[in-house]
């Protein structure tokens, strides 16, 4: 499976973004997918994930209310809609996946994630 992340551009604050998620060679279904963001000199940090075998869903507490992730019927895309951006929220982001159905305790652990997508940059101005 590959993973193409898309989406990304200038917004301003209040502003929103959706970002796309296509996978090639498989489909978004007993897995679990995240994303994740990495701001300029910072480490890559954890966004929001779920767990498609039961949908369980975790948001990292900044995005709660202002994020939400969802898919397409036929499981190839995920999307990443954002609203009401703040100027905190740029950053690089990135789709993962693993072919695992990940505990939840887990499900916001970068290491869990084996594949990729590449990153997509979301500038919010202020």
């Known amino acids: 499976v590959q993973l193409q992340a898309s989406g990304g551009g200038l917004v301003q604050a209040g502003g929103s973004l959706r970002l796309s998620c296509a996978a090639s060679?498989?489909?978004?279904?007993?897995?679990?997918m995240g994303w994740f963001r990495q701001r300029p000199g910072e480490e890559r940090e954890f966004v929001v994930a779920v767990r498609w075998a039961d949908r369980k869903t975790m948001y990292e507490d900044s995005v709660k209310g202002r994020f939400t992730i969802s898919r397409d019927n036929a499981r190839t895309t995920v999307y990443l809609q954002m609203s009401n951006l703040k100027p905190e929220d740029t950053a690089v982001y990135y789709c993962a996946m693993t072919r695992r159905s990940l505990i939840w305790s887990t499900l916001g652990s970068i290491s869990e994630y084996d594949i990729w997508g590449q990153g997509t940059l979301v500038t919010v101005s202020s």
């Open positions: 060679g498989g489909t978004f279904s007993s897995n679990t």
